[in-house]
Structure formats: C-alpha cells, structure tokens
C-alpha cells in the first residue's frame, strides 16, 4: 500500500483533541493541556464528547468513535492528538470508516493503547502517524524539554528526522550488526491483541518497535511467545525495544524470572540487530516516531537513523 505523509503543522493551524481510550483520573489535566497548546500559538478544537467517562472508557464507543470520525472530516483541523491512552481504541478498529482517513490525512498522535489505532490505520490507509506525547499524559504535566523538541521538529518540519539523539553516548545492542526498514509497533499487549484480525500490521522486513508498562514478568513472556508462536521473529529485519517500564514482580516471595532473562531468552539467538532501553514509552524522556517511516539501524554503534520525515 502506498505511503501517505500528513501534511506539516504550522503556527495558528488548529490542532483537535479526542480521547479514544480512557478518561484521565482529573478532568482538570483536559484543560491544562489545552491551554499549553494555545500558549504555543495553535488553535485547538475539542471532541464533542471528550471528558466523558464510561466506566474506564472515555465515553460509549459511538461517541468516542464520532470524534474520531469529526475530527478526520474536518478541513480545519490539521492534527489530531489523543488525550491519553489506557483502554478503549481496540473496541473502534471495526467501526472506522477508513475512507474518511484516507481522504483526510493529518497528523494523529498518541501512544500505549493508541498503538492499535495506529496500527489500524497503516494498514487500512498507509498513513504515516506519531508514537509521541499526548495531552494530559504529557503536554498537561510538565512537558520535558527533550520531549518537547523532538515532538515539534516530527510534526513540523518535512526535512530528514536523520540520527536520533539520547541520552546516552549509544544505545546498547542484545544482537549487533546493521539492518532498515519501515518501523511499526509500539505497545507489545496492544499489539498482541491484533495478532488474527485484519488490523496486525504486515511485518515482513519491517523493524519492530516494542514497549510496555505495569506487566509482570510472566505476561511479557506471554506476549513475547504469542509473537514467537505466530513467527514475527522470522519476518522482520529488526527490533527496537523501548522502556518497559515497572514491568517487574513486587512480591519477593513469588518465583519469577527477572525481565532481562525473558528479553535474553527470546532474543540472544535470533539473526538480525536488536537494541534495547531506546527512549521511548511511559517515560517523561521520550522520542516521537512516525510510525511507517523508513529507518535505519545500527547495533554496532547503538544508533537509530530516520532516512526520511513523517510530514511533508
């Protein structure tokens, strides 16, 4: 399917706001991450139904799918950011209109349960999206200055992304070598409840990107079988894993392998390059990544090049 690229963001260009998902805990983050984004010089449009909660959705799937569909079919509307993630996107994938999507294409941000959203929408429309902050899980609460600036450069510039920088003098490797590809992923438990429907992105020769958080050591070596068990592991040419963050078990009297063991247990023996604590995830340090865009990877030198931009 062809790539298609959103176009890039400019100052006054109005920036909507829906929440697919779940609602935050304090309403109140709703506006502060609307303000932030006004103090910035943007225009913002709030979904209909935003703040409206429905057990842990943010709302009935009808509403929050008419945001959804509101905010494609805006002209005016240039981006789309997601409130914040939780649990929710996954009941929407069959009731998208896709069409809109493509005949709309702009620039969708979010994270964690935003991966399948994402997914969806590379693999019905091709649309290039962001794997980066949302508004009350970010721009609400004391944006980092790292963040911020990779944020903005993703949406707003149609210049090569070109070698990430981070905070470390290079990333550490599981296996070296050198690979590229288009990057896809995100969330693994989201992920891995796409595994059988239409919306599983096509994997072969593509750089897997994976991240977590709050899951016990046993449930990452679910997730990482499952991917195993369904072959992922003898398609893709790479594996970026971002932070798995929390993912450890508190009780010190319950057996358990530690995280690295699984990651070692799954990994150390497969072909192609994987490096491992990149920034990105439920960290306040993280890289925005324009899921579909082409990548190179090197695991030799512990760096990650985006060959292209993800706006045009």
């Known amino acids: 399917m062809r790539v298609i690229?959103?176009?890039?963001?400019?100052?006054?260009?109005?920036i909507g706001i829906i929440s697919p998902a779940s609602s935050p805990d304090d309403s109140s983050l709703i506006e502060k991450g609307v303000i932030y984004l006004e103090k910035l010089g943007y225009k913002v449009k709030v979904?209909?139904?935003?703040?409206?909660?429905?057990?842990?959705l943010a709302g009935n799937d009808e509403e929050r799918i008419d945001d959804f569909h509101q905010m494609f079919r805006d002209k005016l509307v240039k981006a789309i950011i997601c409130?914040?993630?939780?649990?929710?996107?996954?009941?929407?994938?069959?009731?998208?209109?896709?069409?809109?999507v493509r005949n709309n294409p702009k620039i969708f941000v979010g994270y964690s349960e935003i991966t399948a959203l994402q997914m969806a929408i590379l693999n019905k429309t091709g649309?290039?999206?962001?794997?980066?902050?949302?508004l009350t899980s970010d721009f609400a609460n004391d944006i980092s200055p790292y963040t911020e600036e990779n944020f903005w450069r993703n949406i707003t510039s149609n210049k090569k992304i070109g070698k990430l920088k981070h905070p470390y003098e290079k990333l550490p490797a599981i296996i070296k070598g050198k690979t590229s590809g288009s990057i896809v992923g995100g969330n693994l438990a989201v992920l891995i409840s796409l595994i059988?429907?239409?919306?599983?992105?096509?994997?072969?020769?593509?750089?897997?990107?994976?991240?977590?958080?709050?899951?016990?050591?046993y449930k990452v070596d679910?997730?990482?079988?499952?991917?195993r068990l369904n072959k992922v592991f003898k398609q893709i040419s790479g594996i970026i894993l971002g932070r798995f963050v929390d993912c450890n078990e508190h009780d010190p009297d319950k057996k358990t392998l530690t995280l690295g063991e699984i990651i070692d247990d799954y990994f150390h023996k497969l072909n192609f390059p994987i490096i491992y604590t990149f920034p990105h995830g439920h960290i306040k340090d993280k890289i925005t990544i324009p899921i579909g865009t082409n990548v190179k990877m090197n695991a030799n030198t512990g760096t990650v090049e985006f060959t292209e931009s993800g706006v045009r």
């Open 196 to 217: 059988g429907t239409e919306f599983f992105p096509d994997l072969k020769k593509r750089i897997l990107l994976l991240e977590d958080v709050d899951e016990k050591p």
């Open 5 to 14: 690229k959103p176009k890039r963001l400019t100052k006054k260009d109005v």
């Open 47 to 56: 979904g209909n139904h935003v703040g409206k909660s429905n057990g842990y």
């Open 127 to 134: 649309l290039i999206t962001f794997a980066g902050p949302m």
């Open 222 to 227: 679910r997730y990482l079988n499952q991917l």
């Open 83 to 100: 409130v914040r993630g939780g649990y929710g996107a996954v009941r929407l994938l069959d009731k998208i209109d896709y069409r809109i």
